[in-house]
């Protein structure tokens, strides 16, 4: 081996050695975006975790709702006819209103702790829904309280707004095309 020879030799493993570090970074930066993209979360994916939530909990949810809307209508009913209202129908509709409100309570915080995306408005959309329904849950709780404490004026209050967060809540869980959660 002529000397040229082992200068190139060295010369190309110097060079190697030297750029090591750098092919290494390189490396290294592309296994962290790889990681980074396998480990976010699509909206794809959270909407098939969202419809196995609901597939748990939106149909008791929705449940609930039909009983407590059928237990104040008992009572206003009942009302009408000039009837006697007992104490234990008045609790069983106050109840039942607090019943839906736990089992949306319930379904909202299972969402919640699916990961969110971050690509787009879709997190602002989760968000909103979110937010939405526990709007909804807390005025469905205060329904049922003011309906036990025989407080029509304060239970009509929440009753509408229970309309009203019940067309918020639907529209912005729509948004979200998680269809198992919207249905009723």
């Known amino acids: 081996m002529t000397a040229e020879e082992d200068q190139d030799d060295s010369s190309i493993l110097a060079r190697i050695r030297s750029h090591t570090g750098w092919w290494l970074a390189a490396a290294a930066a592309v296994a962290g975006v790889v990681a980074l993209l396998a480990s976010v979360t699509w909206p794809y994916e959270w909407r098939a975790k969202a419809n196995a939530v609901c597939d748990r909990r939106a149909l008791r949810f929705w449940a609930a709702v039909e009983d407590s ?10 009302g009408k006819l000039g009837g006697n209202v007992q104490d234990a ?22 969402l919640r702790e699916i990961d969110r995306p971050w690509v787009g408005k879709f997190p602002d959309k989760v968000e909103k829904a979110v937010n939405d329904g526990s709007k909804l849950s807390r005025s ?10 025989r407080n029509p004026d304060e239970a009509k209050r929440h009753l509408d707004d229970v309309q009203k967060l019940t067309k918020d809540w639907e529209t912005s869980s729509r948004a979200l095309e998680a269809e198992r959660c919207t249905e009723n």
Not at 89 to 110: F, H, M, P, Q, W
Not at 140 to 149: C, P
Request: glycine letters at 10%.
């Open 89 to 110: 129908e008045v609790r069983k509709a106050g109840v039942a209103y607090r019943e839906a409100a736990a089992k949306l309570s319930d379904l909202i915080g299972d």
């Open 140 to 149: 469905m709780y205060f329904a049922g309280r003011q309906i036990m404490l």
């Open 69 to 78: 809307g059928d237990s104040l209508e008992a009572l206003a009913e009942k």
